[in-house]
């Protein structure tokens, strides 16, 4: 009677370890599943190749995106009222969500550089607004830029330029 008893709880042992050895199984295909999931996510690009507009009324802000890269370049222009009229390049590099990089411009009064700053939202560019070093060509800090815009550029169709 013994025996039977012993071998008994044995069986049962053996049948719960070999239960809780099936559990993390399942776990680890659960987490090999979710971590495919993210690996897709994180393949999705933020930010493509194309325009990038605002338009309302006669203000026009215009980002045509050549490459998506290391570096992001492309076209920038503005046309807002009561402003002179400027447009040129725009070389910079992706931080995140954040999109810093130098525009280079011909203005009706020459020619200028100035550091511009976008983040990517719901398929659109806001620019970042913050305090400029003296010359006024670069932000003082790029952990202080506020990114309020109230003219977001929604992706657009280039052929309309």
Not at 37 to 65: M, R, S
Request: proline residues 2%.
């Amino acid at each position: 009677m013994k025996k039977i008893m012993f071998l008994t709880a044995i069986g049962l042992f053996w049948i719960s370890c070999k239960k809780t050895e099936e559990k993390p199984a399942t776990e680890d295909k659960t987490s090999s599943s979710t971590e495919q999931v993210v690996e897709a996510e994180e393949a999705k690009p933020l930010l493509t190749a194309g325009c990038y507009t605002y338009e309302v009324n006669d203000e026009n802000i215009t980002l045509k995106i050549d490459a998506v890269g290391k570096t992001v370049s492309g076209e920038l222009s503005y046309l807002l009222a009561e402003k002179d009229f400027n447009s040129g390049t725009f070389e910079g590099t992706l931080h995140g969500d954040t999109l810093i990089g130098v525009y280079d411009y011909h203005s009706e009064g020459g020619m200028g550089t100035r550091e511009v700053a976008f983040i990517i939202k719901d398929n659109q560019l806001i620019e970042g607004y913050g305090e400029l070093n003296d010359e006024g060509t670069a932000f003082k800090d790029k952990s202080q830029i506020h990114f309020t815009s109230t003219m977001p550029l929604k992706k657009a169709n280039c052929s309309a330029e």
